[in-house]
């Protein structure tokens, strides 16, 4: 019934982005998955305790990949990038992958400081070349997210520490994604250790830049979709995660990002504040009031012309987040306060999954120090980003964002000048939900955590998402890892060892009934 339900969404979804996949309901396929756990069992008898056993060498690989600083939006961390990328491919190769590349992606587009800068590589590498077994390549990103412990850490962000008494490993990346990131290698570690056969053959596409829009990956997807990804019968990302803290889930849905910056330019250099406030236009006071001329505090975006292009939520629809489970008790216990914009179950999920929201992230060039620098500063850009979802047209976005500004800063009567622009944007994605391989996962994920999944949009984005499965002519999977309340791109960035432990089970599982799977 709800399998029905969400196809005919899936299928009655109007966006020219978002590629209708083949929908298959409760099939054969899906039967033989399931009629293949009995004879599974005797493997995961196997692989289960040595994932176990392994869990120290796994929580060291992952210590050592936290502690590099790969901060893909700071162009002074580059090189610690880059230094990750080499941290990974030395693992593989101790694993035994092969044909293990870096691939360079040329430099990095404006804007940017540097303009010779060097985007960080991509690594590929395989495990197996067999042809009579089906081929999934694993994506992941080894970039972070900035954080210090001004921030507000409790500990070194970039230390992991392995907190004995809430069993949890805490550091930047833990769960976004060099946790799950590295999963991928463990898993193959275990089937090595314990002499299993891995039953796929294994691709790996790991990337740089995914926190900051992905730029250049698109390209090399499209360069070697008939190269080195020839023959993909199936991508899994493990990159988001769970709806709250209890029940696992498998994710078919993403909204997009169009990240912007808004700059307001006035004098050559920064003022004195006693010498030049009041005589001459503060470029920091326009920006302030274009900011604030977004999204009210309800949340709701000001900018005309957006809610008419969201599509419209039907009836149907409705009933699926009925379903869920989730309640806003879990957003107040993730978010570590009582300021959630909705009551209902119902809308807040739908305002997480299905509509846009406008963020203000932060303003660049402005006083942020410790103290009271009496300053002007001289040109600030403001970031913001708006998360997108069905039908929205990113370049269309684009040009009513840009008019709004503009049309913001006129009313001003400033003589300083403004320019906005669109810094990256990332489609979002639907998929089918029942296809063999969320068929596969769902077997795994009983087997695992002994529940079935719910099966879960996501409300942040994974850009390149959409690439794979158009490029690529596959069906792509979430499979998460981590919790909702992991803090994610937050302080004290976490992840849980029992979801770290029995995720790396969870993939493995997933293979072994994706493998037995009559169909892609
Ligand atoms: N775990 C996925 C994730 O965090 N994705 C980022 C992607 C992004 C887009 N623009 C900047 N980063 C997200 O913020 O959703
Ligand atoms: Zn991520
Ligand atoms: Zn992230």
Known sequence: MLASLISKLVLSAK??????????????????????APSLQPVFDKLFPKVDELQPQFIDVLKHAVEIPAVSGDETLRPQVVKKARYIASQLESLGFTDIQLKELGTQPPPVVDPTLQLPPVVLARYGSDPAKKTVLVYGHYDVQPASRDDGWDTEPFELVVDEQTQQLRGRGSTDDTGPLTGWLHVVRAHREAGIDLP??????????????????EQLIEREATGYFAGVDAVCISDNYWLGTRKPVLTYGLRGCNYYQVSVSGPKA???????????AEPMVDLVQILAGLVDSQGRILIKGIDEMVAPVTEKERAIYEKIDFSRDELDEAAGSHTALYDRKEDILMHRWRYPSLSVHGVEGAFAGMGAKTVIPARVSGKFSIRTVPDMDSEKLTKLVVDHCNAAFAKLNSPNTVHTELIHDGAYWVSDPYNAQFSAATEATKVVYGVEPDLTREGGSIPITLAFEQLLKTSVLLLPMGRGDDGAHSVNEKLDISNFINGIKLMGAYLHFYAASPEN
């Open 200 to 217: 796929v053959n294994l691709l790996t596409c790991f990337e740089g830049m995914e926190e900051s829009g992905s730029l250049g990956l």
């Open 270 to 280: 920064d003022l004195h504040s006693g010498v030049f406030g009041g005589i001459i």
């Open 15 to 36: 966006s020219p982005r978002v590629p209708v996949s083949t929908v298959s309901t409760m099939s054969t396929a899906s039967a033989a998955i399931s009629a293949a």
